[in-house]
């Protein structure tokens, strides 16, 4: 068990252009979640997969934001069209399932800048 | 209203003092709650989790929870520097999947 794993650490982009993170749960975990998380505030939810669906994404989620997990194993999320609003760090948790294991066990997270 | 609301801080403690952590959230029915801690660049990790009301203890760290008052707590003894971080709290929004999180209370231990 190696852990939540994200891909890449750090991504520096211009606004406009187009970006995909990746996320690699706990491999028995079948719950994902992708979070973002600005300077001084909480993670604030984005979207929620159970195995290959996708059961759940936030409200303010602009159009410019997409999510998969093709096999209900990894997952990525893409951001067309960047804007300097975005940058931000972007999180990925994955989770056992719910009772005492509905724990989030968080990757490293993705660190995006738009310029 | 904020759904989870904590202090911001910084609560500055003396090293082996008890460091004490709050945290209000606004949905009743919230039945999952969790403490985070979060090292400056890195992301959150898990420290407790609590369910049902009253204490939960686990090592130096103590949970509290309080479902009629909406009031959840972490109380941290013979606090270290290495204490030092920001704490979450989070809490299950019903009839979602999804957990709201507090901005978070940035803990500084004095050695």
């Known amino acids: 068990d190696t852990g939540v794993s994200q891909d890449p650490r750090h991504k520096i982009t211009k606004r406009g252009q187009n970006v995909t993170f990746r996320c690699d749960p706990i491999?028995?975990?079948?719950?994902l979640y992708w979070y973002r998380q600005t300077l001084g505030q909480g993670p604030e939810f984005l979207t929620y997969?159970?195995?290959?669906?996708?059961?759940?994404k936030s409200r303010l989620l602009s159009d410019r934001f997409s999510a998969e997990r093709p096999k209900g194993s990894f997952s990525t999320l893409e951001i067309q069209r960047t804007e300097q609003g975005d940058s931000a760090m972007y999180l990925c948790?994955?989770?056992?399932?719910?009772?005492?294991?509905?724990?989030?066990?968080f990757g490293s997270g993705t660190q995006l800048s738009v310029l | 209203q904020k759904e989870v609301e904590q202090n911001s801080g910084p609560l500055s403690v003396p090293e082996g003092a008890i460091a004490s952590l709050n945290c209000t959230y606004s949905?009743?029915?919230?039945?999952?709650f969790f403490w985070y801690r979060q090292y400056s660049g890195k992301s959150p990790e898990l420290i407790m989790s609590?369910?049902?009301?009253g204490d939960k203890e686990d090592g130096r760290f103590t949970a509290q929870l309080n479902k009629a008052s909406q009031y959840v707590s972490l109380l941290i003894r013979d606090s270290q520097p290495s204490d030092s971080a920001t704490y979450l709290c989070?809490?299950?929004?019903?009839?979602?999947?999804?957990?709201?999180f507090g901005t978070g209370t940035r803990l500084k231990v004095l050695a």
């Open positions: 948790a994955s989770s056992p399932g719910q009772g005492e294991n509905e724990k989030l066990f």
């Open positions: 949905d009743r029915g919230s039945q999952s």
């Open positions: 989070a809490v299950n929004v019903p009839g979602t999947y999804k957990y709201i």
């Open positions: 997969f159970q195995n290959e669906a996708q059961l759940e």
């Open positions: 491999s028995e975990h079948n719950r």
């Open positions: 609590i369910y049902s009301n």
